[in-house]
Nanobody, 123 residues
Framework: QVHLVESGGGLVQAGGSLRLSCVAS????????MGWARHAPGKERGFVAA????????YYADSVKGRFTISRDNAKNTMYLHMNNLKPEETAVYYC????????????????WGQGTQVTVSS
């Protein structure tokens, strides 16, 4: 079983920034593309961003392009999501996910996901 642990969520004002982190096992990081999804109350889970193993290939939801940046540090088995200019409507639980490719994650084809970290954006 893949174990993914998110951190970095919290309360931030609209327009502010947060950096989320996701730590996985070395085995998981060496064989999986990684990504992020979010789930707000009353809404379906939605794709946010994904990155391939090398870090060179990325996908972003249209709503976050230009504001969010996904990256990974394979030496530390850690993936990051830098979120800038956050909006109140982006309040959600953010989940780290692993999949066979960044494209799979873009299509919501996840092999596993973490417990989530809460991001709350106040107006």
């Amino acid at each position: 079983q893949v174990h993914l642990v998110e951190s970095g969520g919290g309360l931030v004002q609209a327009g502010g920034s947060l950096r989320l982190s996701c730590v996985a096992s070395a085995r998981t990081f060496s064989s999986n593309a990684m990504g992020w999804a979010r789930h707000a109350p009353g809404k379906e889970r939605g794709f946010v961003a994904a990155i391939n193993w090398s870090g060179a290939g990325t996908y972003y939801a249209d709503s976050v392009k230009g504001r969010f940046t996904i990256s990974r540090d394979n030496a530390k088995n850690t993936m990051y999501l830098h979120m800038n200019n956050l909006k109140p409507e982006e309040t959600a639980v953010y989940y780290c996910a692993a999949g066979g490719s960044a494209y799979d994650l873009y299509k919501d084809k996840y092999d596993d996901w973490g417990q989530g970290t809460q991001v709350t954006v106040s107006s």
